[in-house]
């Protein structure tokens, strides 16, 4: 047993490394190790190496011990269903609702009507059961599988009707020269039709067009100089004229809504397409036999359904998405959504969480900085600092489109860098994924040429509507996005040095016992620290046996997207991993620990937080 | 002996299989927090084709995509570019970077200030961005 204490006490310190538990925490492993052997009460395990554990039901803390543990591995079904609905849900009716009343106003029954009707209009009949997720399928959110398109698309059910009857045409060298010809005139009849159809579907996407035949010239030509193959006449003159080609091509995309559209394009497409070659075939001592399996072969490699349907799904997908776009851009689809987004209720609640952050952040970051030009400097960049908030564009920036419905004018826009993009731009998305996707961002004061842009706090509207949800977790990010400005990297653009301040900080987290910080992480973990910090202070004006729920609710949008939940965004890089964030600097923050009631130390990561570490230079 | 000159060989195998050139065909990429962030579709086999997203010194993420995905995709940055470079409206004077598209030897970069490019490249970057994170 002497042994045995002994063997263990040698066996420490590589443990105490790890999660750097305090005098009394290495006592408690010893007594809990050494319980478990003796409770094993096998000889043979006597020289095993028993490795703690730290977080024994029995008087464990599960708040203080691993915060993401507690926090988000609790249901996390549950933390994902929530992901993928809430708030998407109620911004996606609230698009479709204004997109409906847009499809009304253009003269359609329905956007499902208005798609019907472009398609038709381009030549793409649909048949009529489409499948409920067939338009966000077909503009890029996941792919329509092949089958559901061919069967969709009444064209290529024709066609591949045809192309079986075709296949299954038996060719008999010994037949008579009339049946032989006959075959033939109807494989090369097929094969003309199908062209022509390929080209008509090319000719809707000029720019993809354009862009595969410059890869074909160029691929051509470098197989030429290596003297693997000869330009036949047709391609040196097509490839020989390409600028003049480029300038067509420009033409006919600037005016691509102009009257003989289809024509124009459609001739230029016959005029320069190349098809992939087809050598000729010797199989048969019969001349035509070898001209069917030519026509064939032609058939399969270029102008086959197969070859073809690629090329449609991407046409069609442009289609529908410029239809899309130009229902977003409507007036009843604009005011749908932002009267579902932006309304005077929601801004006062935002603005006051916005205020009580902010002047958390605001004390934390005077008792941070000791050095009084550079505080007094932040200082008054945070009581200027604002929060983006989208109005209603006014009556004038709408014009009336060819169905006479108003639609946003990007031409009566001033560009206003608030939401770094105008809101034209946020409209003229077939998806309009600002408004379905969460994101919240500092932007620091920038004068770019001519325009100069405000220093604010912007949150993607599925983070705001979040707000009705969860008021503590838009705490927690306001509270993060405020913290960015004295991040190291972004407080230089503001002329100000804080390395010396943060550098006692820096290290800490840097340290194995934490975080293990990289180096391009700065300046998210100290928004987190100084986030959690706030989150200190704002919980300890709240009765102390509300804190820990309060607590777990601020973080929640960690444990919604994160990837050992199951669900929502990575941060990939500049953030460290969602847990190291939620336990090693939320969890081991001193100030938060202390606010909770939780032991000084936490169990698993060294405790960094400003009021723990002994502040550097600069004072 | 004989058994390590197999491994060797087998290792130098899997070496150059390694070392295959890959064809990258298109790519969007942006500046985020002083970092480029890049996604481009690349092709290791014929009609293989795959999404790669990569940023800073960390490993590139890569998500495997149908020819239909791809050719779509390829299409919409084409369309970008094309804005982009053919549909500026008259009044854009300054152009403040918002992202920069490369589709084969023609490439663009979107200003903020135009929107009928800056609004697609903003809503296809939302989506790739959630290909890699969302999962349902």
């Known amino acids: 047993m002497v042994m045995l204490f002994w063997i263990l006490l040698v066996t420490l310190p590589s443990v105490a490394n790890a999660v750097a538990p305090t005098a009394k925490d290495a006592v408690e492993l010893i007594l809990r190790s050494q319980k478990k052997v003796n409770s094993a009460g096998d000889p043979i395990c006597a020289n095993c190496v028993v490795i703690p554990n730290s977080r024994d039901k029995d008087d464990s803390d599960p708040v203080c011990d691993d915060l993401f543990e507690a926090a988000c591995m609790k249901g996390p079904n549950e933390k994902q269903a929530k992901a993928n609905h809430f708030p998407r849900i109620e911004v996606q009716s609230a698009i479709k609702k204004g997109r409906e009343l847009a499809a009304k106003a253009m003269g359609y029954l329905s956007v499902e009507d208005a798609v019907r009707n472009r398609l038709r209009e381009e030549g793409f009949d649909l048949k009529d059961s489409l499948s409920p997720n067939f338009i966000g399928l077909m503009t890029g959110e996941g792919s329509l599988p092949m089958d559901e398109f061919t069967s969709v698309v009444a064209d290529f059910e024709n066609c591949q009707t045809s192309e079986k009857r075709l296949e299954n045409i038996s060719i008999d060298p010994l037949a008579s020269p009339e049946k032989l010809q006959e075959i033939l005139d109807m494989y090369e ?88 070659n087809v050598s000729p075939v010797w199989s048969s001592k019969n001349q035509t036999v070898n001209a069917i399996e030519k026509a064939k072969r032609n058939l399969l490699i270029n102008y086959g359904c197969n070859a073809a349907m690629s090329k449609t799904n991407g046409a069609i997908g442009n289609i529908i998405s410029n239809l899309l776009a130009e229902l977003s851009l409507a007036k009843p689809t604009v005011d749908s959504v932002l009267d579902a987004i932006y309304s005077e209720n929601r801004k006062q609640k935002v603005e006051s969480i916005f205020r009580n952050a902010r002047r958390e952040v605001t004390g934390i970051v005077s008792s941070f900085i000791q050095d009084k030009t550079k505080r007094d400097s932040i200082i008054s960049g945070y009581e200027k600092m604002e929060m983006s908030w989208i109005e209603k564009p006014p009556s004038n920036s709408y014009t009336k489109n060819r169905f006479r419905t108003l639609t946003l004018d990007s031409s009566k826009e001033k560009l206003d860098l608030t939401y770094d993009l105008s809101i034209y731009a946020l409209f003229n998305d077939s998806s309009l994924s600002y408004f379905t996707t969460e994101n919240a961002f500092y932007t620091p004061a920038i004068t770019m040429a001519r325009s100069s842009v405000k220093e604010r706090i912007s949150f993607f509207p599925a983070t705001l509507m979040q707000m009705d949800e969860n008021p503590n977790e838009t705490f927690m990010i306001i509270a993060h996005e405020l913290s960015h400005k004295v991040g190291p990297r972004v407080i230089a653009l503001h002329g100000i040095d804080l390395t010396a301040e943060c550098l006692d900080l820096m290290e800490c987290f840097r340290s194995p016992e934490s975080i293990r910080m990289r180096a391009d992480q700065e300046d998210e973990t100290i928004a987190d620290s100084i986030a959690a910090e706030s989150l200190a202070r704002h919980l300890l004006k709240v009765p102390l046996n509300k804190r820990r729920a309060q607590l777990t609710d601020s973080i929640e949008f960690f444990c919604r997207h994160d990837e050992k939940v199951g669900s929502g965004l990575s941060f990939l890089t500049t953030h460290p991993e969602n847990s190291l964030r939620v336990s090693g600097i939320f969890g081991a923050n001193p100030s938060l620990r202390s606010a909770l009631g939780c032991a000084k130390e936490s169990l698993r990561f060294k405790s960094c937080g400003i009021s723990s570490v002994k502040l550097g230079a600069g004072k | 002996m004989k058994y390590l000159n197999f491994f060797t060989m087998t290792l130098f195998f899997i070496s150059t299989a390694w070392a295959k050139p890959i064809t990258i065909l298109n790519e969007i990429t942006f500046q985020n927090g002083g970092e480029t962030h890049r996604f481009f579709i690349q092709e290791k086999t014929l009609n293989h084709p795959e999404l790669v997203f990569s940023t800073g010194k960390s490993s590139p993420k890569k998500r495997s995509l149908s020819l239909a995905e791809a050719r779509r995709l390829e299409s919409e940055l084409n369309r970008i570019v094309w804005v982009s470079e053919f549909r500026k409206p008259a009044g854009v004077v300054s152009c403040t970077s918002h992202v920069t598209v490369r589709v084969g030897p023609s490439s663009s970069k979107v200003c903020a200030e135009n929107p009928q490019a800056a609004g697609p490249a903003f809503g296809l970057l939302n989506r790739l961005r959630a290909s890699f994170t969302v999962r349902k």
């Open chain 1, 189 to 276: 009849s097929y094969v003309a039709a199908r062209k022509e159809r390929l080209i008509a579907i090319l000719a809707k996407d000029i720019p993809s067009y354009f862009s595969g035949l410059k890869s074909k010239c160029d691929n051509l030509t470098r197989l030429q100089k290596n003297a693997e193959t000869s330009l036949d006449s047709f391609e040196n003159e097509v490839c020989s004229q390409l600028p003049q080609h480029r300038r067509t091509a420009v033409d006919l995309f600037r005016n691509e809504d102009g009257p003989g559209k289809h024509e124009r394009s459609e001739n230029f497409v016959r005029s320069t397409f190349i098809p992939a």
